[in-house]
């Protein structure tokens, strides 16, 4: 539902508006209230109305000044204004001020139905634009080239893809397969080194290969490639039965590519051809050694493909932490508990069963993850040594693991230990934040332009983690806090006959003396000239 908030400085007039009209028929509620347009803008510290109708003539702030500021600093909300004016030169005016309509007193009912009809319709049609499936639909099928090729980029930069896979399988990414390698294309240097290019004319022939290589993407029905600075890079996947297999299939597709290139151009070109890997989470392995793989063109002259496991054999495949598992570890031990640090570290291991991995592999592994955790303690300011008695021997830690099985709970003991760490730790820095909350209120209730947005910047936090401290440690918020420290402080300074009550005012944030008159009677029903005539009778009592 909508919220409205009502400003007037007649209570007759708020109550009339708030108990006549059936606000559930128009998906409205009445949020709060205020006597004055000051008192509402301290009310936007709370909770953020869609609508207020305010009254014009108030004190301490009239309504076409909250208006203006509402404009400033809220511009979403609709502004109502309630008066007697009805003419086109006031119309103007509101209107300048971010008014959205007003409505003439004396208010009546079958007035206020209808403007407020009018209003949740036009907030409901807001939220339709928002949320048009149609226009969405559009605009994400105009965006599919953009999120296509984003994709294929955090494929090679070694980016979580994991979030993205709905939105590829929508937009017919050709990658199914269960081997995958990466390409990189570039053309040979001494085929146009005669030729006298400009920088645009060279561009137009890396265009023209980029057309080529996809032609023979698209004749097979598998296989992505996409420009990247001087170069195309091409992901190939493969169903093939076997590795040996994957790879003389991978490297004909890019033979062929490079005897179109020489065919229907005037140039040549060299490809880079990278590792072969099982997942396109490991894709990023595949490219760096491409292109490792494409600067032996140096030593192997142009115009052909090379596969970097020819000259560089090692291991047949990488098995590394994946920035999916890494994210999911992390994000379990600051957010989760134990069953979502148990369930992370299960996945980070998980793989171990199914695949053929060294030893050597292994240790490299165990030595990322504890990489990881130790990046996130630093993070946090914890000392490891509270954590794991040696500190930085846990390096070394792998040695003494006769199995999988007692790495992975090592892992989980250590993760674990480090996610009770950083929830003390988390407690005791929103319990310090609000001691200093507190100590600058103490400290600065008198300065009239005292707000939760300069409290936050003192304290480089946020406004909104601000006001949800101060729920928390407190029960209210910090308006709520600021607020009762003054009206004590104004209460102690009342005592002083010496102090003019202006000067009182003054000194607890009230600039306005009649402001600070309205504030102190709302607070005690008195006014604190009344107040202080008050202790003085008390005084008289006591003596006498």
């Not at 009502?6 to 128009?26: A, H, P, T, Y």
């Not at 996130?376 to 930085?392: E, H, N, Q, T």
């Not at 029903?525 to 003596?543: C, D, M, T």
């Amino acid at each position: 539902m909508f919220k409205v908030l009502l400003v007037d400085d007649e209570e007759e007039v708020r109550s009339g508006i708030k108990d006549r009209i059936d606000w559930n028929q128009f998906n409205l509620v009445a949020c709060g209230e205020a006597e004055n347009g000051r008192e509402a803008l301290e009310f936007f510290d709370e909770v953020i109305p869609d609508i207020v109708i305010t009254d014009i003539n108030m004190p301490f702030m009239d309504g076409l000044e909250l208006a203006e500021k509402i404009k400033e600093g809220f511009p979403t909300v609709k502004v109502v204004i309630l008066t007697g004016f009805d003419d086109f030169k006031f119309a103007q005016t509101a209107i300048k001020h971010g008014v959205r309509d007003y409505i003439l007193k004396p208010v009546l009912p079958a007035d206020i139905n209808a403007l407020l009809e009018k209003l949740n319709n036009q907030l409901l049609e807001e939220i339709n634009e928002k949320e048009d499936v149609e226009k969405l639909r559009k605009y994400f099928s105009e965006s599919l080239p953009v999120i296509r090729e984003n994709f294929l980029m955090s494929l090679i930069l070694g980016k979580s893809i994991i979030d993205d896979m709905d939105l590829i399988n929508e937009s017919d990414v050709a990658l199914d397969g269960k081997w995958f390698t990466s390409a990189i294309c570039k053309i040979d240097s001494e085929s146009i080194s005669g030729m006298n290019l400009s920088g645009e004319e060279v561009r137009f022939k890396r265009f023209s290969i980029f057309n080529i290589i996809n032609e023979v993407l698209e004749k097979h029905g598998s296989g992505e490639a996409f420009m990247y600075d001087d170069g195309i890079v091409i992901i190939l996947p493969s169903n093939s039965s076997s590795r040996p297999a994957a790879r003389n299939q991978m490297i004909d597709r890019l033979d062929e590519m490079r005897r179109s290139v020489e065919r229907f151009t005037d140039l040549t070109v060299s490809i880079g051809m990278g590792r072969i890997v099982q997942q396109l989470n490991q894709i990023r392995e595949s490219y760096l050694s491409a292109v490792t793989a494409r600067k032996y063109k140096t030593i192997l002259s142009g115009n052909k493909v090379i596969f970097v496991e020819d000259l560089e054999p090692g291991i047949g495949g990488f098995f590394h932490l994946d920035e999916k598992n890494e994210d999911h570890l992390v994000s379990s031990i600051k957010f989760g508990d134990e069953s979502k640090v148990r369930e992370a570290v299960d996945c980070l291991f998980g793989d171990f069963v199914k695949q053929q991995v060294s030893m050597q592999e292994c240790q490299l592994y165990f030595t990322e993850v504890v990489s990881t955790l130790m990046k996130l303690a630093r993070l946090f300011k914890i000392d490891l040594v509270d954590i794991f008695p040696g500190g930085s021997g846990m390096f070394m830690e792998f040695d003494r693991f006769n199995s999988i099985d007692q790495a992975r709970d090592w892992v989980f003991d250590f993760s674990f230990n480090l996610m009770k760490s950083i929830k003390e730790q988390r407690q005791d820095a929103s319990q310090i934040l609000y001691e200093k909350a507190v100590d600058y209120i103490n400290e600065n209730y008198s300065d009239a332009e005292m707000n939760v947005q300069k409290l936050s910047n003192h304290l480089f936090i946020s406004p909104s983690y601000m006001n949800l401290i101060f729920k928390r440690k407190s029960g209210d918020t910090f308006l709520k806090n600021l607020t009762a420290v003054r009206f004590e402080k104004a209460r102690e300074l009342l005592n002083d006959k010496s102090i003019k009550i202006a000067e009182v005012a003054e000194r607890v944030g009230y600039p306005d003396v009649s402001y600070f008159s309205y504030f102190f009677k709302k607070k005690t029903g008195i006014s604190p000239r009344e107040y202080r005539k008050s202790l003085e009778e008390e005084a008289v009592w006591e003596k006498g």
